[in-house]
């Protein structure tokens, strides 16, 4: 059958003895490249890397494998994955693994249990993981972790400093005092809080870094309002602030409702209805700021002062954390190494008069 000019054959893929033959050298040569291998001359390694480009070879995983006798897949154990923080923070992890040449394969629980947590575990097992990434958001989780014994290296993602395990975290603490900080310098006399669910580590760290700047700064700490991340809690929360000021609380030593650090973005967009409802304007009469920095915070009327997460951090030093301890056989004394990750505060107009 002749070849029509419209019908190409399929260009087959270079292989590694394509590359020996481009470079010059033995396909020995090239694997020692490809693993990253000491005894190579630098002259001869920068020969084979512009073969490699020149042919646009890449490596095949499943051979590579089959040698190394590793699966060169790694395992994450989420909850929640719904919500902006887990989303985010699965996708850098599984973004991150890509980039270090392995597979994710992850499963997703309901709620965090010593039993779901094993059972997990023994699924991934099953599957080969060479080790895992366990998101820990709820202390319930931490609590469970804690009780099961790990047939590989593990890493958290966001569960505290107290664990024997080696961790990840974006600093909380540091992002609910930048905030907090933030609006006690705009005039504000104390700054209220709308918090998220108190099995949340995260809500925690946020709760405990708003209140120690209060403290510092010798404020009244008002009350913590408490929401579940969603923009409904946040609208009950706001309505009951918007009460506040718009019955003008008589009572004795009332607290001025001037300021408003919201736990997360979705709250805020909740909090700042309520306001509007109310005839409230912000920030005219009550200055707002969330947490998240949610990539419609800077559309909302006026654009939301947030503290921002930088989620590819997270999952860059957990995926390096994770293959440090595979190449060690979780040996490497890092039981107690905790990463911790500082976000930013973001200033837009919700917390500043235009």
């Known amino acids: 059958m002749s070849r029509t000019a419209g019908n190409p054959t399929p260009r087959r893929a270079p292989t590694m003895a394509d590359v020996a033959q481009v470079a010059g050298v033995s396909h020995q040569t090239v694997s020692r490249v490809l693993s990253d291998h000491p ?9 084979v890397q ?26 994450v154990v989420a909850c929640n994955p719904t919500l902006f923080g887990p989303s985010s923070t699965l996708f850098s992890l599984e973004e991150a693994a890509r980039e270090e040449g392995y597979l994710v394969s992850t499963v997703t629980l309901r709620r965090y249990s010593a039993t779901a947590l094993r059972e997990a575990i023994e699924h991934l097992s099953g599957w080969g993981v060479e080790g895992i990434v366990v998101i820990v958001p709820y202390r319930e989780a931490v609590n469970a972790l804690t009780e099961l014994s790990l047939p590989f290296p593990v890493v958290t993602v966001e569960g505290g400093h107290t664990l024997p395990v080696p961790g990840v975290s974006v600093d909380q603490e540091l992002g609910a005092q930048l905030v907090t900080r933030h609006l006690l310098a705009a005039g504000h006399s104390t700054v209220w809080h709308v918090a998220g669910p108190r099995d949340w580590l995260e809500a925690e760290a946020r709760i405990s870094g708003w209140r120690r700047v209060l403290e510092e700064a010798g404020a009244v700490v008002p009350p913590v309002l408490e929401g579940d991340w969603t923009p409904l809690s946040g609208y009950r929360a706001g309505q009951e602030l918007a009460g506040r000021v718009v019955g003008g609380d008589t009572r004795a030593g009332a607290l001025p409702v001037s300021a408003v650090f919201v736990a997360n973005d979705q709250m805020a ?21 969330g947490f998240d920095d949610i990539p419609e915070a800077e559309y909302f009327a006026p654009p939301l002062t947030s503290v921002r997460q930088d989620f590819a951090a997270v999952g860059q030093a957990s995926i390096r954390l994770l293959l440090s301890r595979i190449e060690s056989g979780g040996r490497s004394g890092a039981e107690d190494e905790h990463v911790l990750i500082e976000p930013r505060l973001i200033v837009r107009g919700s917390s500043s008069p235009t």
């Open 50 to 75: 512009r073969a490699i480009e020149r042919l646009g070879y890449r490596r095949n995983s499943s051979a590579r494998a089959l040698v190394t006798r590793r699966t060169l897949t790694l395992g």
């Open 39 to 47: 005894n190579v001359r630098e002259s001869t390694r920068e020969e």
């Open 269 to 289: 967009l909740g909090v700042q209805r309520a306001f509007r409802e109310a005839g409230l304007s912000v920030p005219g009469h009550v200055a707002l700021a």
